[in-house]
């Protein structure tokens, strides 16, 4: 759903559960049951504007994947509404980027500028986002149009920066990110370098992270603590304060 004007991200009153074991129907008794028992997030209410990033945090497992998917609309598991800007503004960056086996071309340009509706990137213009990222030196390997098996050929942190040269050349449109600990394999000068250009480029984002090096590059924080509590707050709300909230409190300002 289109977010309200001005806001780029609004979520309302959100639960999220996991799907049902095997995916079968449960009874309105043992549905409560899981609710009380499992659910990852009761009663999230939260804005992002332009300027506005948001951090999600917590321990492994406890649904901080399952967040990001129900924002963009991969996960519907729960109630509540989510609200955002359209879907061919906004940009989503997992942890592990799909590679096609095709050229460098290919795979910088991912899903294709047909389907973006923009502009094809000029030769020059994957150059120059290929070295902004620090991956320059493939152009010397394999040219722009040498078929390769890159999901092979690359590291794990070069297919990371390959999915922001794909943000890069398609920024013009973008409005809003989503990050699934899409930095994890890069160190922590390579991180900075990527979330200074996402910060150029994309009016508001939300990533899902581990690392405390990561707090620098959002404004707002989201902190999972399992059985469907978190605490939200400004990053230097959060950062000067350890008591947590009930799940109920929306944290919205």
């Known amino acids: 759903v289109a977010a309200a004007s001005g806001v780029l991200l609004r979520v309302d009153a959100l639960s999220l559960l996991p799907p049902p074991r095997g995916g079968s129907p449960t009874s309105p008794i043992t549905r409560e049951a899981r609710e009380v028992s499992s659910s990852m997030v009761v009663g999230l209410s939260l804005d992002l504007r332009a ?96 078929v390769a098996d890159f999901d092979v050929e690359l590291s794990r942190g070069e297919i990371q920066r390959l999915c922001f040269v794909r943000l890069l050349l398609y ?24 979330y200074t250009l996402l910060r150029q480029m ?19 924080k989201l902190v999972l603590e399992g059985g469907g509590s978190w605490r939200f707050g400004k990053m230097e709300e959060m950062q000067a304060c350890t008591q947590p909230h009930a799940s109920g409190d929306d944290g919205v300002d």
């Open 51 to 146: 300027g506005d990033s948001l951090l999600v945090t917590g321990p492994s497992g406890i649904g901080k994947s399952s967040i990001l998917r129900a924002i963009c609309g991969l996960w519907a598991s729960g109630d509540g509404t989510i609200e955002r800007c359209a879907r061919e503004q906004s940009f989503f960056l997992p942890q592990e980027p799909y590679l096609c086996l095709g050229t460098l071309r290919d795979n910088c340009t991912y899903p294709g500028w047909r389907f973006t509706k923009q502009q094809e990137p000029s030769d020059d213009a994957i150059r120059h986002a290929l070295g902004r990222v620090r991956l320059g030196h493939l152009i010397d390997r394999f040219g722009l149009d040498q």
């Open 171 to 194: 920024a013009k449109g973008i409005r809003f990110a989503a990050l699934d600990e899409a930095t994890s394999a890069l160190d922590q000068a390579g991180e900075e370098t990527l």
């Open 202 to 220: 994309v009016p508001s984002y939300v990533s899902v992270g581990h690392r405390t090096s990561l707090d620098r590059h959002h404004t707002h």
